[in-house]
């Protein structure tokens, strides 16, 4: 059997939940035999039901699914789910006779758990199977699990020469109108985004998913606003009916923006360092359930984050536009004296977008 085949289906399956199942990750499911896909499913929106779960009741005739292999990005919950049962347990009650399995949960309730349900019922298990595959697809929710903080990604439209605008502050558009379509598949992708009030007061934009029939998938939008600067006439409280936001500040926002329901006011000290206040944000997003957390800013915001190691991974859209020394580049002095303390992120993959590249870029533990 084509292994390899049916887990890049189920893998693809999960990339069609990344960013609608909430705090839950986003696992695919395919049910294959004698070569021919029984079944398939995914996570739902909102995280319930299960991918496993949605593919085993998709089949009417369960007597299909006796003797047939499961391939499954994610291993099967071992908690009870309110019908009674884990997907591990449901797994056991089909007949399926072998399981291949990406990614090992590092939940506490399954963590290998899953696992040992299946192979106390007599199912042949495959583990880390195509591992490196699907490993991205559960770097979020793993991240927020392990670290209390959301899979940090920045995102950065530039000139050829890192310019992200010109020098009188002018940036439409450096990047094609490709690159900036699959921007917004982006966002729909991750659970939130985050800017800072002078990339609102500058671009004055909504920060939302705009692609036609993506747009319910609009991520939570996140601004760092410390003194109040953006006006609650700015399109981004007024002109996205599709998510909602949260505020943080240092400010009192005693009747701040009470007028306006979806927007949550979060207030920081104003007197703590600048790692405190980051850290203090991405947990509280953690705490919110945030996986996946974007990040589009300018070079202050892009310097401080790179400067206190915050970034897990860099999208580069590179255009073949030359601005010069005197444009704003996307990131602004590090002060750093020697090559060994730099970090370094390695390259993952490149796409191209017309004469637009996107660089995919992952933080390395290598400093050259």
């Given at each position: 059997m084509n292994h390899n085949k049916w887990m890049k289906y189920a893998i693809l399956e999960a990339l069609r939940s990344?960013?609608?199942?909430?705090?839950?990750?986003p696992v695919g499911c395919v049910i294959v035999k004698n070569e021919n896909i029984i079944s398939s499913g995914r996570t739902s929106p909102g995280g319930r039901p299960h991918a496993e779960e949605n593919a085993i009741n998709n089949v009417k005739n369960k007597k299909k699914l006796v003797g047939s292999t499961i391939y499954l990005t994610l291993e099967p919950c071992a908690h009870k789910n309110k019908n009674g049962l884990s997907c591990a347990e449901l797994i056991c009650t089909t007949g399926i006779t072998e399981a291949y399995i990406s990614c090992i949960d590092m939940d506490s309730r399954t963590?290998?758990?899953?696992?040992?349900?299946?192979?106390n019922n007599n199912i042949k298990v495959i583990e880390n199977f195509m591992k490196d595959e699907s490993i991205s697809l559960y770097n979020g929710f793993f991240s927020r699990l392990i670290y209390k903080k959301p899979y940090i990604t920045l995102k950065v439209a530039c000139s050829l020469d890192g310019k992200i605008a010109l020098k009188n502050n002018r940036s439409k558009w450096i990047t094609n109108g490709l690159s900036r379509a699959y921007v917004h598949f982006i966002r729909s992708q991750n659970d939130a985004i985050l800017t800072s009030s002078s990339t609102i007061i500058s671009d004055d934009p909504l920060m939302d998913c705009r692609?036609?029939?993506?747009?319910?998938?609009?991520?939570?939008?996140?601004?760092?606003?410390?003194?109040?600067?953006?006006?609650?006439?700015h399109k981004i409280y007024n002109?996205?009916?599709?998510?909602?936001?949260?505020?943080?500040?240092?400010?009192?926002?005693?009747?701040?923006?009470?007028?306006?329901?979806?927007?949550?006011?979060?207030k920081l000290e104003d007197n703590i360092s600048n790692l405190d206040y980051f850290n203090i944000i991405f947990k509280d997003l953690a705490n919110r359930g945030i996986n996946n957390l974007l990040i589009e800013c300018g070079s202050k915001l892009n310097t401080i984050l790179l400067s206190l190691?915050?970034?897990?991974?860099?999208?580069?859209?590179?255009?073949?536009?030359?601005?010069?020394?005197?444009?704003?580049?996307?990131?602004n002095e590090l002060n750093?004296?020697?090559?060994?303390?730099?970090?370094?992120?390695?390259?993952?993959?490149?796409?191209?977008?017309?004469?637009?590249?996107?660089?995919?870029?992952?933080?390395?533990?290598?400093?050259?």
């Open positions: 990344k960013g609608s199942t909430g705090m839950n990750p963590f290998n758990k899953g696992i040992k349900i299946l192979k692609l036609k029939g993506l747009e319910y998938r609009s991520p939570l939008r996140v601004i760092l606003d410390r003194y109040l600067k953006v006006s609650k006439n002109e996205s009916p599709y998510s909602d936001i949260v505020l943080f500040s240092v400010s009192n926002m005693n009747k701040h923006l009470d007028e306006k329901e979806f927007v949550s006011k979060i190691n915050l970034i897990d991974q860099l999208l580069i859209f590179r255009s073949g536009h030359i601005i010069g020394n005197d444009g704003i580049p996307f990131v750093s004296l020697e090559m060994e303390n730099l970090n370094n992120y390695k390259i993952l993959s490149t796409r191209t977008f017309g004469n637009d590249v996107l660089e995919i870029r992952k933080l390395s533990n290598e400093s050259h």
